[in-house]
């Protein structure tokens, strides 16, 4: 019995580009005689080398204005291909009596990937100068949704309802923290920045231990108003006195940290809601922050956060 022999193993460090691959195009083409005969071709293995994304990214860049609809393509693959980072979100019940099922929220606020792509991850800066429509449909064709203004709330209800979101470490007592607002920074920062002042911090506690960025500060996101909202999820009515959207911060609009909210009767009809402040919203911002604006506006400190 003849054994079977193996290819020696290449010190992939040590080497540089090898004859690794024979390639033959699906319409013959590269048959002798055809046009692409002798053609070079460079192999990307998209499953294990993590180099290969930014790769394609770059691609989908470069080949974007002469063949778009193959850049889409890519811009999808790199969609498929990386980890976007999600928290769960345990089910919630308001004070209203509301119920929100547990969800899985970004645990950062979206960015833009190197192909254009949405992605969810602590490298990548918000995606801000997004508009509200545009936002939606990011959100969308990326697989995940837009997150929903009881979605918000059940975020902001649960981090309140943690002692180490609050200054004095005891629940209801002292300040929410407001996050990254107090003008530091003059643009929307990444999850790896680290502000110098002590007062500004990103990361938000869940009572189930899982970790949310800028639910107060850096960059507003746009929220589907599924209160007051119509069916695109734009406000279509006043604030009601009974409305979650302004009942459910644990203290009055500019106390203990929850930001600022408005008051009963408001109404902001044909606008889209906004939530959490921006860098330079110094007080104003909270995780209970609530403002709107023109969903055809763009903005360097409106950004998105998706659901799934």
Same mark, same amino acid.
């Given at each position: 019995?003849?054994?079977?022999?193996?290819?020696?193993?290449i @010190?992939?460090?040590?080497?540089?580009?090898?004859?690794?691959?024979?390639? $033959? &195009?699906?319409?013959?083409?590269?048959a *002798?005689?055809?046009?692409?005969?002798?053609?070079? /071709? %460079?192999?990307?293995?998209?499953?294990?080398?993590?180099?290969?994304?930014p790769?394609?990214?770059?691609?989908?860049k470069?080949?974007?204005?002469?063949?778009?609809?193959?850049?889409?393509?890519?811009?999808?693959?790199?969609?498929s291909?990386?980890? #976007?980072?999600?928290?769960?979100?345990?089910?919630?019940?308001?004070?209203?009596?509301?119920?929100?099922?547990?969800?899985?929220? !970004?645990?950062?606020?979206?960015?833009r990937g190197?192909?254009?792509?949405?992605?969810?991850?602590?490298?990548?800066a *918000?995606?801000?100068e997004?508009d509200?429509?545009?936002?939606?449909?990011?959100?969308?064709?990326?697989?995940?949704k837009?997150i929903?203004?009881?979605?918000?709330?059940?975020?902001?209800?649960?981090i309140?309802?943690?002692?180490?979101?609050? +200054?004095?470490?005891?629940v209801?007592e !002292?300040?929410?923290?407001? =996050?990254? &607002?107090?003008? +530091?920074?003059?643009?929307?920062?990444?999850?790896?920045?680290?502000?110098?002042?002590? #007062? $500004?911090?990103r990361? %938000?506690?869940? +009572?189930?231990?899982?970790?949310?960025?800028?639910?107060?500060?850096?960059? /507003?996101s746009?929220?589907?108003?599924?209160?007051?909202?119509?069916?695109?999820?734009?406000i279509?009515?006043? %604030?009601?006195? @009974?409305?979650?959207?302004?009942?459910t911060?644990?203290? *009055?609009?500019?106390?203990?940290?929850?930001?600022?909210?408005? +008051?009963?009767?408001?109404?902001w009809?044909?606008?889209?809601?906004?939530r959490? =402040?921006y860098?330079?919203?110094? @007080?104003?911002?909270?995780?209970? &922050?609530? =403002?709107?604006?023109?969903?055809?506006?763009v903005?360097?400190?409106? !950004?998105?956060r998706?659901?799934?």
């Open positions: 019995m003849n054994a079977i022999a193996e290819a020696p193993a @010190d992939q460090k040590a080497v540089g580009i090898y004859h690794k691959f024979n390639v $033959e &195009r699906t319409d013959g083409s590269s *002798p005689g055809g046009k692409h005969e002798g053609d070079e /071709y %460079f192999v990307l293995n998209l499953t294990t080398d993590k180099h290969a994304l790769a394609l990214a770059a691609y989908a470069s080949c974007a204005n002469d063949y778009p609809v193959l850049a889409a393509d890519l811009r999808t693959k790199c969609q291909l990386q980890k #976007d980072e999600f928290a769960q979100v345990p089910e919630t019940t308001l004070p209203n009596g509301h119920v929100e099922p547990a969800f899985l929220v !970004g645990k950062y606020l979206s960015g190197d192909a254009g792509q949405l992605v969810v991850n602590a490298e990548a *918000p995606w801000v997004i509200y429509h545009a936002a939606r449909a990011a959100a969308e064709a990326a697989g995940y837009l929903t203004e009881t979605q918000y709330l059940a975020l902001a209800y649960n309140a309802n943690v002692a180490a979101n609050w +200054s004095s470490g005891i209801g !002292g300040s929410l923290q407001q =996050g990254l &607002r107090n003008d +530091s920074v003059d643009e929307a920062q990444p999850g790896t920045f680290i502000s110098n002042d002590e #007062d $500004e911090t990361v %938000f506690t869940l +009572s189930n231990g899982e970790t949310v960025y800028d639910v107060a500060g850096n960059a /507003y746009w929220v589907f108003d599924n209160v007051q909202g119509d069916e695109n999820g734009l279509a009515k006043s %604030f009601a006195a @009974d409305s979650p959207s302004i009942t911060a644990p203290a *009055p609009s500019m106390q203990k940290g929850v930001g600022w909210y408005p +008051s009963a009767g408001s109404d009809s044909g606008h889209a809601l906004v959490g =402040g860098w330079d919203s110094g @007080d104003y911002a909270g995780v209970f &922050r609530l =403002g709107g604006g023109h969903p055809g506006c903005n360097d400190g409106v !950004g998105f998706c659901t799934k």
